[in-house]
């Protein structure tokens, strides 16, 4: 069974860091893209990174780029979000999501969730 | 960026009643479409991927249609069980985009 769970959520004053975590299992981690997307509260889903399946290659929305970094640990199937000068904007559920195998494949499965509170 | 329209926003139905849902691209994605339900509290969930292909395990009261810029994702038979919020993703072209989701409530 595939399973995506993410970790590293909580409450972090404007301009600080915090690195979310999600752990694969159930699937060959390494032969698939990630991706990270979040939903503010009460608001739809927002892209925000994505990383190719040897970690290779990389991409940021606007509202993130020189602040976020992807990256991933496939010896650990493990994809990670580095977040910093985080904004009152950056308050979110953040899900990771797998990229199906085939060229344009959509987003075949989501992780939990973990929420991220920027407040001081 | 490609913008993704969906209309409408929220829709009141009544059980077996049809839904129809629309997703309009500011430029032409082909069939690189997908629709997904999001129920309360959850995540969210793929329903139909390259505008029209079902997905294993989706009951088949769920359908799509569409290519280019206008897209459909269409529930037959509506039950209570559907009440959530469907998004359209496009994945032509980064940044991936979706739309701003429609709210589908059981009245």
């Known amino acids: 069974e595939v399973q995506l769970v993410e970790s590293g959520g909580g409450l972090v004053q404007p301009g600080g860091s915090l690195r979310l975590s999600c752990a694969a299992s159930g699937f060959t981690f390494s032969s698939y893209a990630m991706h990270w997307v979040r939903q503010a509260p009460g608001k739809g889903l927002e892209y925000v990174s994505a990383i190719s399946s040897n970690g290779g290659s990389t991409y940021y929305a606007n509202s993130v780029k020189g602040r976020f970094t992807i990256s991933r640990d496939n010896s650990k199937n493990t994809l990670y979000l580095q977040m910093g000068s985080l904004r009152a904007e950056d308050m979110a559920v953040y899900y990771c999501?797998?990229?199906?195998?085939?060229?344009?494949?959509?987003?075949?499965?989501w992780g939990q969730g973990t929420l991220v509170t920027v407040s001081s | 960026e490609i913008v993704l329209t969906q209309s409408p926003d929220f829709q009141s139905v009544t059980p077996k009643e049809k839904v129809t849902i629309t997703c309009r691209a500011s430029?032409?994605?082909?069939?690189?479409l997908h629709w997904y339900q999001q129920k309360p509290d959850q995540s969210p969930k793929l329903l139909i991927k390259y505008a029209s292909q079902s997905i294993s395990g989706v009951p088949s009261r769920f359908s799509g249609s569409g290519s280019g810029t206008d897209f459909t994702l269409t529930i037959n038979s509506l039950e209570a069980e559907d009440a959530a919020t469907y998004y359209c993703h496009q994945s032509s072209s980064l940044p991936w985009t979706f739309g701003q989701g429609t709210k589908v409530e059981i009245k």
């Open positions: 430029q032409s994605i082909g069939s690189s």
């Open positions: 999501a797998r990229e199906g195998l085939g060229e344009d494949s959509p987003f075949d499965y």
